[in-house]
């Protein structure tokens, strides 16, 4: 079966804790990741974890190792490529989806301060992505940028991990509702960016 970079349990069977490393890259540090399946990879591979399912050999160990380096090795990139020049990469990517996640970004940098909106980015879709080159332009200095995102990267990645192992040791048969849950995952993943849409709706109705 060919690898779908867009299906977490074949990157998850095909590529084992690589493939979980690099998905953390690419959605973090740069800009053109911010379509690949972070969260519900990261739970489903906790989940396969449990059930023995993952390929590659990768233990539960490997896994949060693999994923909490890309992630932050991911930030960290994408921050630096705030710093020189991402203004204009970011108007280069027309992207409806990029455009709605750098308001969204700027609007945590401005409520919460960088600290809390550096580790709010990591459980929101497309922000996460967004957030890290946006920190670097607008200069958010470099100590406090590592300090943050590798607090919330760490929460992050072995947070959901956990979850889906936890579950799936508990849960018998777990692989035929996989799919169910994965679905209910990215809803849940996204709700803060449909909760922010539905405010702006409502604000506009009323203004």
């Known amino acids: 079966m060919a690898l779908n970079i867009l299906d977490s349990r074949s ?31 990261l739970f489903t591979a906790g989940v396969l974890a449990a059930t023995g399912a993952l390929g590659g050999g990768s233990s539960l160990l490997t896994l949060m190792i693999a994923a909490a380096a890309g992630a932050l090795i991911g930030a960290q990139v994408g921050y630096v490529i705030g710093r020189r020049g991402g203004t204009a990469l970011l108007k ?20 919460y301060g960088h600290g809390k909106a550096i580790m709010l980015a990591r459980f929101i879709p497309v ?5 890290n080159p946006l ?24 947070g959901v991990i956990l979850a889906g192992y936890a579950l799936g040791s508990s849960v018998p048969n777990i692989d035929t509702y996989l799919l169910p849950i994965i679905a209910v995952i990215v809803l849940v993943s996204l709700s803060p960016l449909l909760l922010e849409f539905y405010r702006s709706r409502r604000a506009k109705r009323t203004s």
Not at 92 to 111: D, H, Y
Request: aromatic share 10%; charged share 15%.
């Open 11 to 41: 990157l998850l069977t095909g590529l084992g804790a690589f493939g979980v490393f690099l998905v953390m890259f690419a959605e973090t540090g740069l800009l053109i990741g911010f379509f690949l399946p972070g969260d519900s990879l």
């Open 92 to 111: 280069r990517i027309n992207r409806p989806s990029v455009n709605e996640g750098v308001e969204r970004a700027s609007k945590l940098l401005e409520k």
């Open 127 to 131: 922000v996460r992505t967004v957030l």
């Open 135 to 158: 920190a670097g332009i607008v200069e958010v200095p470099a100590r406090t940028f590592a300090i943050w995102q590798i607090l919330g990267g760490l929460l992050w990645t072995v």
